[in-house]
């Protein structure tokens, strides 16, 4: 394919409606791929994942314009777009995923960007299944692993970081 066949197919290629665009961007950021995203995230039907998952953040590199790109200093590529994924620890399946928008307008797309609610958004797939959940410090908190356990039958594994409210008093 040539770059100006490539670049013609990029200026047309869509995957919403233009004519509704700007009245679904009022309560949703992702609304011009909302219908393709959630269709990928919707595969995680079709797939069991193993009995270890994890729970992470990746970014993926984009300079472009976008209003929820995120910079983060310490990973290679320091622009990007910021997803937070469940991902099966052997086959590296991704079962869930979503990305980071900031603050949403109010609507049906408004959440919580708490790690404990991202970790619970993450985690319906899989919730009362028994497996094992992989999550690094900027998610654990012992409250959260205690609600994992109690109300999801899910066994948690993570590095508390020091300065975490009472993390100490737990042990």
């Known amino acids: 394919m040539s770059l100006k066949r490539f670049y013609l197919l990029l200026r047309a290629l869509r995957f919403d409606d233009i004519n509704t665009r700007t009245e679904r961007k009022m309560y949703d950021k992702l609304s011009a791929i909302r219908m393709i995203f959630d269709g990928f995230v919707r595969c995680q039907a079709l797939y069991t994942v193993g009995e270890n998952c994890t729970i992470d953040e990746m970014l993926e590199a984009f300079r472009g314009r976008c209003s ?10 320091k622009y990007g777009i910021k997803i937070q994924a469940l991902v099966d620890s052997r086959t590296f399946f991704t079962s869930n995923m979503e990305i980071y928008v900031g603050t949403q307008p109010d609507g049906p797309f ?3 960007n708490k790690p404990s609610s991202i970790v619970k958004r993450m985690i319906t797939p899989i919730s009362k299944t028994g497996r094992n959940i992989t999550i690094d410090n900027w998610y654990t908190s012992i409250p959260l692993v205690n609600e994992l356990l109690e109300n999801h039958n899910l066994t948690t594994v993570g590095t508390l970081r020091k300065n975490k409210n009472k993390s100490h008093l737990a042990f």
């Open 110 to 112: 408004k959440f919580e």
């Open 68 to 77: 929820f790109r995120q910079y983060i200093p310490n990973k290679p590529n």
